[in-house]
């Protein structure tokens, strides 16, 4: 059955794949970005899903972002907060800017983008609710108090909100990816990246369609039963 699915950060990296997959599986998409309308207006042309501009860590402009959304589309039934930025450097050094950038973002904007959608699927009596989390939020990271600080707290607010949606139909899990074949990562220098792959098992860096899989499953009918979990995507890089 397809029904409108959220994707913020949904038109570059990991939130492209699930856009992309989300579509395929047969939902109607609506995918956020923050800045890159070149790369925005690329990603429509490709794919035919709308992209919407907005701040995540801003509530008012998620919420008019949101009825803009629904007013287009029509309510949304599956939300994925996937938006999420990095502003790295050592404890010691980190300014109160970088953490509250983060903050602002990875956390308090997977707040911003589920609260106002929570009403309507408390009332319709259903939902999906998936949250990007990461490996390093599960283990930690040099260099990163900020980034793994939020994505520990993501788990917290899936676990929150699958406890308080779970009678009314409504599931909440992440995902919590290892290192993936993003820009991001395929930007660093070889040796970094060689690295990385010697940490990992599976030997290789993971693929952001195995991302996005892990997401359609998350958010279709058949994982009904599944609420407040963690899939761990890191190719046996670390267990929890």
């Known amino acids: 059955m397809g029904r409108v699915a959220l994707v913020t950060g949904g038109s570059r990296g990991i939130g492209e794949a699930i856009s992309k997959a989300l579509k395929d599986a047969g939902h ?6 923050a800045g890159n309308d070149e790369k925005a207006a690329a990603f429509t042309a490709e794919t035919g899903i709308k992209t919407y501009k907005w701040n995540v ?23 994925i907060a996937n938006a999420g930025i990095t502003r790295d450097a050592p404890f010691h050094k980190m300014t109160p800017e970088q953490w509250n950038e983060v903050i602002g973002t990875n956390l308090t904007g997977v707040f911003n983008t589920v609260h106002p959608i929570w009403p309507g ?6 939902g999906r609710v998936v949250v990007i989390s990461s490996i ?13 600080a939020t994505k520990a707290g993501d788990l917290g607010i ?29 930007a660093v220098p070889e040796k970094v990246r060689e690295s990385i792959i010697a940490q990992i098992p599976a030997g290789r860096l993971g693929e952001p369609e195995e ?3 892990c997401v359609t499953f998350l958010a279709s ?16 890089q670390f267990f929890s």
């Open 121 to 126: 699927m408390r009332e319709r009596k259903f």
């Open 211 to 213: 991302i996005a899989r």
């Open 221 to 236: 009918d058949d994982a009904g039963f599944i609420n407040g979990s963690t899939i761990s995507a890191n190719g046996a």
């Open 57 to 79: 860590a801003d509530y008012d402009a998620s919420a008019a972002g949101i009825a803009e959304v629904e007013a287009d589309l029509g309510p949304i039934e599956i939300v």
């Open 136 to 148: 390093n939020g599960q283990k930690g990271q040099f260099a990163q108090v900020n980034y793994a």
């Open 28 to 33: 109607t998409v609506a995918a956020t970005y």
């Open 158 to 186: 899936v676990k929150s909100l699958a406890q308080e949606g779970a009678r009314a139909g409504i599931t909440a899990n992440a995902v919590c990816p290892g290192y993936i074949a993003t820009e991001m990562v395929m």
